[in-house]
Nanobody, 116 residues
Framework: QVQLVESGGGLVQAGGSLRLSCAAS????????MAWYRQEPGKQRELVAT???????NYADSVRGRFTISRDSAKNTVYLQMNSLKPEGTAVYYC??????????WGKGTLVTVSS
């Protein structure tokens, strides 16, 4: 089993920055990738950024150039640095870990509110 705990959400003005953290515990071996998703009220959850076990990253077009995903393997923690935040970035941000055999684990999310 894997436990994921997100932190770092909060209220920020448009144009500001936040850094989210996702701490993984439990069985943190055989990881395929980790990712950040977000979900606005009444909408589907959408992929924001991914980082593979090899360190390759990918981003949604809407955040590329403003958000950076990174990891600290020693701490089993993944980060999402969010700069130049926009009001449409208001959402609950979730961390996901995928094992090599395809099993997904999710955190409970952290709320980010961007005021205009």
């Amino acid at each position: 089993q894997v436990q994921l705990v997100e932190s770092g959400g909060g209220l920020v003005q448009a144009g500001g920055s936040l850094r989210l953290s996702c701490a993984a515990s439990g069985s943190t071996v055989s990881i395929n990738h980790m990712a950040w998703y977000r979900q606005e009220p009444g909408k589907q959850r959408e992929l924001v950024a991914t980082i593979t076990s090899g360190g390759s990253t990918n981003y949604a077009d809407s955040v590329r150039g403003r958000f950076t995903i990174s990891r600290d393997s020693a701490k089993n923690t993944v980060y999402l640095q969010m700069n130049s935040l926009k009001p449409e970035g208001t959402a609950v941000y979730y961390c996901k870990l995928q094992k090599r055999w395809g099993t997904d684990y999710w955190g409970k999310g952290t709320l980010v509110t961007v005021s205009s």
